[in-house]
């Protein structure tokens, strides 16, 4: 079973800056697609970045030029870097791993909560 960690969350100031970090248990990265997802109070789960194995690289039309996802192999890590942040940016960040083979693999890590406040 493969578990990812989630952290770099915390509470930043409008405009500010927050890198979180998704760390799997084993080497998982250049076979799934990453992908991070929020979700705010009250509402749906949303995609908000993808990096396939292939390094391509998707992003939600509300983060676009402000979000970067990227991925380390060597060290089995996504980075989800966040700037210019918006309190609409606030909601529980999810990291996901996903393969489809001959059926949907899909691994989810537990959470990190972003708060923008002033």
């Known amino acids: 079973q493969v578990q990812l960690v989630e952290s770099g969350g915390g509470l930043v100031q409008p405009g500010g800056s927050l890198r979180l970090s998704c760390v799997a248990s084993t080497r998982i990265f250049d076979i799934y697609t990453a992908n991070w997802y929020r979700q705010a109070p009250g509402k749906q789960r949303e995609l908000v970045a993808t990096s396939s194995s292939v390094l391509s690289t998707k992003y939600a039309d509300s983060v676009k030029g402000r979000f970067t996802i990227s991925r380390d192999d060597a060290k089995n890590t996504v980075y989800l870097q966040m700037n210019s942040l918006k309190p609409e940016d606030t909601a529980i960040y999810y990291c996901?791993?996903?393969?489809?083979?001959?059926?949907?693999?899909?691994?989810w890590g537990q959470g990190t909560q972003v708060t923008v406040s002033s």
């Open positions: 996901n791993a996903e393969f489809w083979g001959s059926r949907k693999y899909e691994y």
